[in-house]
């Protein structure tokens, strides 16, 4: 298992930016690391992950350009940096791991952290 910690959320304005961390422990690391979303009354979705080896990254289409997802091996830590946000990026947002591969769907990650709310005014 590998325990994942959200921190980062808050309040930005339209156009601001956010830079989400999730801190990674546990005696086994993870293949892929990502991030997905869920708004009131939607679906979660996926927004970035990124190999914990290769660096690979792979995003949602609608964040392309706009969020930057990278990972720091020495401290456990993928970020998320989010610029030129917008009032439908307001989610909460969860860091979540992956043992068995795969990139985009919520079924193929295992744990999960508790999430941080992100709020963009308009």
């Known amino acids: 298992q590998v325990q994942l910690v959200e921190s980062g959320g808050g309040l930005a304005q339209a156009g601001g930016s956010l830079r989400l961390s999730c801190a990674a422990e546990?005696?086994?690391?993870?293949?892929?690391l990502g991030w997905f979303r869920q708004a009131p009354g939607k679906e979660r979705e996926f927004v970035a992950a990124i190999g914990w080896i290769d660096r690979r990254a792979y995003y949602a289409d609608f964040v392309k350009g706009r969020f930057t997802i990278s990972r720091d091996l020495g401290k456990n830590i993928v970020a998320l940096q989010m610029d030129n946000l917008k009032p439908e990026d307001t989610a909460v947002y969860y860091c979540?791991?992956?043992?068995?591969?795969?990139?985009?769907?919520?079924?193929?990650?295992?744990?999960w952290g508790q999430g941080t709310q992100v709020t963009v005014s308009s």
């Open positions: 979540a791991a992956s043992r068995i591969g795969g990139t985009k769907l919520a079924a193929e990650y295992g744990d």
């Open positions: 546990g005696r086994t690391l993870p293949y892929i």
